[in-house]
């Protein structure tokens, strides 16, 4: 019954780290419609001062609400990018980092779930858990932030996972 316990927990390690990435993706795809919200509205608050400035009678009263606005967004880009920057390092365990946009796969991914590139003969890596930081071969601390790593890093760890998530897969 220990096949099939590795089977089963590679199969909810895998669910997992799909929709961390999936929620990831989503998150991108809401700052990028921020950012464009914020674009309109300083066109808008260009656009006041303009009309402003060619009838010489400049009053800060139309600007106010929408730089309050120009504001909110900029906050909640903030915030946004903040929970990305959480689930990017939450990894939750060994990945392969897309060389097109830099973000952590699950280990065995054939294409990146944040922009589609192929992740055919990239080279797969163990991250940190923490921050998100590579991890050299046989490290037992992440170097960078300095958490202890649970199972030595190296070849046949990674080997290992790979292989129960292949199997995951097929």
């Known amino acids: 019954m220990g096949i099939l316990d590795s089977i089963n927990d590679a199969i909810n390690k895998g ?3 799909t929709s961390r990435l999936i929620e990831v ?3 991108k795809t809401q700052v990028g419609s921020l950012n464009k919200s914020r674009t309109d509205l300083m066109a808008a608050l260009g656009a006041v001062a303009y009309d402003q400035f060619r009838t010489s009678k400049l ?3 139309e600007f106010a609400p929408i730089a309050e606005r120009i504001r909110a967004v900029e906050v909640e880009i903030a915030q946004t990018q903040k929970r990305i920057d959480e689930l990017s390092t939450a990894s939750t365990g060994p990945s392969v980092v897309c060389p097109a946009c830099g973000t952590a796969n ?3 991914a054939k294409f ?3 922009c589609g590139g ?3 003969g990239v080279s797969q890596q163990v991250l940190c858990t923490s921050c998100g930081a590579p991890l050299p071969p046989g490290g037992k601390f992440c170097v ?3 958490t202890s790593v649970p199972e030595p890093v190296g070849g046949e760890q990674a080997a290992e996972t790979a292989a129960e998530t292949k199997e995951a897969q097929e």
């Open 144 to 146: 960078k932030c300095g």
């Open 118 to 120: 192929s992740l055919e």
């Open 106 to 108: 699950a280990m065995g």
């Open 112 to 114: 990146c779930v944040s």
């Open 15 to 17: 669910a997992s780290e």
């Open 25 to 27: 993706g989503k998150l």
């Open 59 to 61: 009053s800060l009263e």
